[in-house]
């Protein structure tokens, strides 16, 4: 028989491993104050108050009421995307609101820049930039994209695993990831001299795909980037979001991208946002 000194000394885990389900079925009743439970016991603690503090729902399982935090409108829990965030909730520590704008922002991506609203003669696709402000840790950013990563990683296990990124320093690093093939001239000789004519090649095959995903966890980082003295990341960013063509202005530099769609997602403390404002 495992005695309680026994499962606290090994742990749960070490005890699964040796024996089993058989022998976690067999162990003597583990009290509360075991440190098995600890963790979890925390973790339920802390949703239930959240779940106290900042909701109550109808009968219909509908966030309808706040006592100490702005809470998301009923309304906004549209369709499909509604549906995910209700079925994520009760297993997640994420704000609601979170896990929502990450649905969003990673589906816009997805489907492209064809679907869109039109304005006047502009067209104005799923493209959201987004940026989540909350406490580091307890805040749970993170944790608000766990999950809808995990669900397009089904749905699109090359488009998760490939353009998804993170890492914004240039705006010339943007542009690489969605670069459009790039032809350059190529002087046509014969037995070792030039013959004034020009053969056009293909020395870059560019990116299949125009879709990127950016996900800033430390977007403190990218504002100080772009803060810097000659850095282009803050103008492409805001290419990016208007019209999907970008191109920097170096004669240099002959890379550009058209059709490009680009979404963002950053995530950033209270702190990190004043500290940047203060600069």
Request: aromatic content about 6%; hydrophobic content about 35%.
């Amino acid at each position: 028989m495992t005695t309680e000194h026994d499962v606290n000394k090994t742990g749960l885990d070490d005890l699964l491993v040796k024996g089993g389900r058989e022998a976690l079925l067999k162990c003597e009743r583990i009290p509360l104050s075991s440190p098995l439970f600890a963790e979890a016991r925390q973790r339920e603690e802390r949703r239930q108050e959240r779940l106290a503090n900042e909701y109550a729902a109808d009968s219909d399982g509908e966030f309808v009421t706040d006592r100490h935090w702005p809470v998301l409108d009923k309304d906004a829990l549209y369709g499909l995307a509604g549906d995910i965030v209700r079925a994520i909730d009760p297993y997640t520590e994420a704000d609601p609101v979170a896990t929502l704008l990450n649905v969003l922002t990673a589906f816009g991506n997805r489907i492209n820049a064809t679907a869109h609203a039109t304005v006047q003669h502009d067209c104005h696709p799923a493209r959201l930039f987004v940026v989540q402000v909350g406490d580091t840790s307890k805040g749970r950013k993170g944790t608000g994209w766990s999950t809808p990563r995990y669900l397009f990683s089904l749905c699109d296990p090359d488009w998760t695993k490939a353009r998804v990124k993170s890492g914004l320093s240039s705006g010339e690093g943007l542009i690489y990831n969605v670069r459009d093939p790039r032809i350059a001239k190529v002087p046509v000789k014969e037995k070792g001299r030039f013959t004034g004519e020009y053969d056009e090649v293909c020395v870059d095959e560019g990116g299949e795909d125009k879709c990127l995903l950016v996900i800033e966890p430390e977007f403190a980082s990218t504002l100080t980037v772009m803060a810097r003295e000659g850095n282009t990341l803050s103008a492409i960013i805001r290419q990016a979001w208007d019209y999907g063509a970008l191109s920097p202005l170096t004669k240099n530099n002959p890379t550009k991208a058209t059709n490009a769609h680009i979404s963002l997602t950053g995530h950033i403390t209270k702190q990190g946002e004043c500290s940047s404002k203060d600069r």
